[in-house]
């Protein structure tokens, strides 16, 4: 038997209750273990879309199935499980007094105690290099080190999918390569929504161009960057003097990538 793919989204439409369509039949196919960068302009249905992925948005048409498990209203707590969304602000993801506390909540609330819990914290610290931080008030941690606790408890669910908005914002240049590095390390699939084209090309072979509700481009995020045709029409636009030839993205394999 085949293992079904970490996300298939197929024909996938949705308005907003004031009537404003966003989604107009999207197609989306994400295999485990591929790190994907959904590009776009603003407005261009990014986040509908990612909203989604754990049945945060519904009611449109189409269909969307996380490891083959379709979103809807009767599997949502096992979604939710499997699709870790880490949104753009880590404030928004980190309330509990400390580190340790915020990473516990999720795996706690789906019924782990003890021993076992315990470990399952210290290893999404771990895998995030935030380990030595589990007794700290997230509050008193950098911008930095809070995503990435942010990703932590996310990873402490053990996700088919990781969803990130945006990791790459409001980081600076040693915080942003160190995140690299830690995505690069984690065997999760991952779909990352991203402005920042560079890091879409050092993180992900795969890119997936959303622009008016629609997909617009499929392919190597190298190939799609140096189309300056299809970069101009969806108003998407490189650093100044970024050469895309000169970066390529890591291939993702399995286990320590
Ligand atoms: N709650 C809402 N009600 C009505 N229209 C909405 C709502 N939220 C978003 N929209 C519209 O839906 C379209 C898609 O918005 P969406 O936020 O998904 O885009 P995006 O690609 O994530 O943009 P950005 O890059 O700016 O985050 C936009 O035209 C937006 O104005």
Redo the contacts with the bound molecule.
Sequence with gaps: MTTPASLEVSGLAFA???G?Q?LFGVDLTVGRGERVALL????????????HLNGILSGGAGTVRVAGLPVGKRNLAEIRRRVGIVFQDPDDQLFMPTVREDVAFGPAAAGLRGAELEACVRTALERVGMAAFADRPPHHLSFGQRRRVAVATVLAMEPEILVLDEPSSNLDPASRRELADILRSLDVTVLM?T?DLPYALELCERSVV?SD?VIAADGPTGDLLRDEDLMRAHRLELPFGFDPGAVAARPATAGGR
């Design positions: 907003y209750p004031d404003h966003a776009g302009p603003n407005g261009a249905g990014k986040t509908t879309l990612v909203l929504v402005h959303l509700g």
